[in-house]
């Protein structure tokens, strides 16, 4: 597969897939897990956007030393061994991606029966959210060039109800007070607030993602690891402006009494019925931005692991297709796990099986334990005197280490987080166990 995405390209995917329907649908429960404290939640954001940025600049030294195609597949083989990479691969493409992608196109689901007025019933939701994953995979298998252009275009209209938003309610709102009680109501807070990494971490979460298209980049070792570099910044900024904004002019207690719709009455009292229809417009656009930048990245997984032997049946996906330039038969595949893990999340929705929680949070905390040996493999590149920089080598993955720990421990609080854990190391003992097999 040819270079095809630039730099822009590949800094609209991170910022448009992190920043996406996360921030609007879970501001109300980060304010539900600090008891409605908007300074507790912004210092939850600030430590979470750490783990990313130290994060980012670890995971851009190793980004910087190859461009093979697997990304976080690619790392885990080269700086750890195969069978980690085989384990890593197959958790991403079983659970990871796919939650996400399920998730994201639910919202959009959410957020489109609201935008045309329909009966916002959770099969809805669910119809919509397929037709939105099937529409994107259908888009991005034809045309690469498209799928890329709808990326950057969505990253570009995202930003604007966001911006909007976030002015009209740091103006209106007169956050200053709110926050000054809010500090001093800190040290009698407790630790329940730390909780709150949970939601957080899927507002963060999908940075990584970038990885995978990293053999498809122009001048891959160097604009990736900038993409990494510049994108957390962007988004950490955009994040508080939109909290501090939508939390001080709705109030606290509105936001989470609300839930979901918060979005869509901020926008009705601060520009009326039109300008409610025109925000959600942006909303759902930017959420069609993160599930098309996650397909993106899905689409190529099978086909990563498949070029190392590590997938069932590597040798049908391991072709690519002359007529599209992409893995045709890894593109497939991917739609169906997506399907599968949509029905997967409508039983548990209908019947509240993971209460005041979803599918997506499944793996995402988990993921942060196969950061954290990237993170380690940077150090092991110091030690070794490949990175002459105690900063890079050293202090950098230390402090991207601590922050996903802050994260996973934050994860490890929510009571489902056993189950979660126990499904992951499932999958991840089956691709052990199919990676023995072919040894």
Known sequence: MNNKYSLT?????IVGIVIGSGIFFKSDNVLIYTEGNIFLGILVFIIAAFSIIFGSLSISELASRTD????????SERYWNKKTACAYGWFQTFIYYPTIVCVVAWVCGIYGTMLFGIQSSLEMQVII????????????????KLGGYLQNASTVIKLIPLAMIAVAGIFFGNPLPVLSSNLSSVPSAGLGWIAAVGPIAFSFDGWIIATSIGHEIKDSKKNLPLALIISPVIILGVYILYFVGISSYMGADAVMS????????????LFGSLGARMILTFVVISVLGTVNGVIIGIIRLPYSL???????????????????SIPLNSGILTYFICIGWMIIHYITQKYNILPNSDISEISIVINYIGFILMYVAVIKLKMSGEIKSSIKGYLVPILAIAG???????????????YYAAFCAAVIAVSLLYYNKIQ
Not at 68 to 75: D, F, H, L, P, S
Request: no cysteine.
């Open 9 to 13: 390209t590949t800094i609209a995917m």
């Open 68 to 75: 093979e195609a697997g990304g976080i597949i690619t790392y």
């Open 306 to 324: 498949a070029i190392r032997n590590m997938f069932p049946f590597s040798h049908k996906f391991v072709k690519v297709s002359k007529k599209y």
């Open 258 to 269: 609300m839930g979901d719709s918060h979005v869509n009455e901020a926008a009705m009292k």
């Open 404 to 418: 996903s720990l802050f994260i996973l421990y934050g994860g490890m609080q929510n009571p489902l987080f056993i």
């Open 129 to 144: 959210g397929t037709l939105v994953i099937t529409s994107l995979y259908v888009i991005n298998i034809l045309s690469y």
